[in-house]
């Protein structure tokens, strides 16, 4: 009896993961549009000030989408930069991204939960514990990249694996960064938090390399 011939390495083709990967993250930009950003009401009114009140009273909403929107989009950068470095995906490789892609998926309904639960929830401590899951799960999958030979893309540099390990290793350090700091006194408030993920945002960007 003959062997099935396999069209793609690895128990799941590779470019069927990355579809996968697009559509899980617009599935969770989305959500953060539809929990951040407020609509106006029905009611109709040719009052100037119900205008400026609405739109005053989303800024922090739309700040906070924007912070979100592209904290998602880091992860989705370092995600396919793992992906583009790989010449297959093995079943660890398989199991650790649909692992990420479900704490993906937890940080706008997290702040869904926050928004529409009357008890006081830790908002704080919950986005910190998502971006620690999220960042660890993703090195997980770096290192085990990195030291497979088989998986690892043969031209991709020494250098460039320190580097995409640092720009993803930063991120979880925050998040316990910020568990720590909230762990003594709960914050519900978004700037803080916005402040705080901004330093490793910019780390990431400025230390971007191709090669």
């Known amino acids: 009896m003959k062997k ?28 953060i549009v539809k929990n951040n950003i407020p609509l106006p009401s029905g009611n109709v009114s040719e009052d100037i000030y119900f205008f ?5 009273s989303i800024f922090f909403d739309g700040f906070s989408f924007i912070f979100t929107f592209i904290l998602l989009a880091i992860f989705y950068i370092l995600a396919f930069e793992i992906m583009r470095h790989c010449v297959s995906v093995d079943r660890i490789c398989v199991y650790l991204i649909f692992g990420f892609l479900l704490t993906i998926i937890f940080i706008p309904l997290s702040s869904l939960l926050w928004s529409i639960s009357d008890a006081p929830i830790p908002y704080g401590i919950l986005f ?37 390990s640092f720009r993803i290793g930063i991120f979880p350090l925050t998040a316990l960064i910020g568990i720590l700091i909230d762990g003594n006194e709960i914050s519900f408030g978004i700037i803080p938090i916005i402040i705080l993920y901004l330093i490793p945002i910019v780390i990431c960007v400025r230390n971007s390399r191709d090669f």
């Open 4 to 31: 099935p011939v396999l069209s793609c390495k690895g128990p799941v083709p590779q470019d069927m993961l990355e579809i996968l990967m697009n559509g899980i993250f617009a599935f969770a930009m989305t959500l």
């Open 52 to 56: 400026i009140e609405f739109f005053f």
């Open 128 to 164: 910190h514990a998502n971006i620690l899951i999220s960042g660890l799960t993703l090195l997980c999958l770096w290192v085990h990249i990195f030291n497979s030979p088989g998986i690892l893309f043969k031209g991709t540099s020494q250098g460039y694996i320190k580097n995409l």
